[in-house]
């Protein structure tokens, strides 16, 4: 892996989401500038993603030794930037988010890789920046997405993991209904072993939704659907057209089909009561969920929550969340004492040299965010290939075994 201390050109690719990712991205900057300021200016440093386009002006003024501020649009300028700076040159550009980029490099490991379906969103959730960040729901052209699959497949990639800020909806901007069964079916028929489908609106997980996951022969039994919150009252202040019923029963279908649900919660959205705030500990009691992200609420100007009154004090959100996610980890560690003894398929990704393990993922684990397994083997195994684990402990949130 590269380092940006052996970099001729530094790229800072940025997210605008939440506070928390504003504030990371702002010290990857800073880092990249320090590490430019150590080179006596040698080294170059460009800017983009989401909050280049986000903070165009802002970054500029703040970031004087940036050598370029790239928008979401203009990443098919990147090697034209780079050249230009390397030749000591300035690029500022952050025009709308209106294109897409077909051609890639897989950054992932090789057997595993992201493809984005759509870009935008048309759900207008209240505390939510993206659609004005990324635009309308803009689906991208089957044909176009199956021609970079099979490129993938052909490439050796066994895990496909679509993504888009809503993934339930593709292909709703073709023609009124979403298409997203059609392409998984079209995308079945490749070279993969599995199909992950994350971030799924709420609305959209209906019967046929579960049981398409359910039936499928190369969908991984797993749904990541951000439910955000129980409360019907804060739901709907939120926009997330789901109740407090709607939401328990999704929860228990998604179960009783035996996927896998990974989900997030906002905490301390404006106005959230001690009361409000009590049930949702409640539910992640009572729904013991295979895994959870809690968020503190974070403002985001131009955003209609941003303008609702009674915003809580920013430490409050903060306790809640980490009491929750404090929470979670007990439910998982717990979850995990019951998986001892049981034999997992499981996908080697990596190995953790502190550990002395290899580190795999059943499909119940999505990569970058859940928990992994880790492993030992007595007789040689290759990164890619698909291993069966029997689970004999923990460490931590992840689990413990050995191939059998
Ligand atoms: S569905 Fe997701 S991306 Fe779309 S507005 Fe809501 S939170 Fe934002």
Known sequence: MGSEEDADVIIVNTCAFIDKAKEESIDEIL?????????????????????AKRYADELKAEFEEADAILGIADYDRIVETIEKVADDGKVFSCFSADKFYADRVLTTPYHYAYLKIADGCDNHCTYCAIPKIRGKYRSERMEDLLKEARKLADDGVKELILVAQDVSRYGIDFDGKPHIFELVRELEKLDFEWIRLLYLYPEMVNDEFIDFVKNEPKVVKYMDVPLQHIDSELLKM?????SED???ALVKKIKDAGITLRTTFICGFPGESEAQYDKLKEFILQEKFDFAGFFAYSREEGTPADKLPNHLDNKVKEARANALTALQTKIIKEKNKSLV?????VIYDDIDYDKQMFVGRAEGQAPD???VVLFGATDEVHIGEFYEVKITGSDGI????EIV
Do not use: E, P
Request: with cysteine; hydrophobic share 40%.
């Open 31 to 51: 880092g990249a500038l320090n590490v430019k300021a150590d080179s006596n200016g040698a080294k170059k440093v460009i800017i983009t993603g989401c909050l």
């Open 238 to 242: 939120m926009n997330r057209r789901v």
């Open 246 to 248: 709607y939401v328990r």
């Open 341 to 345: 003894g049981k034999t997992l398929r």
């Open 369 to 371: 965010i859940d928990n």
């Open 398 to 401: 992840d689990l413990v075994g």
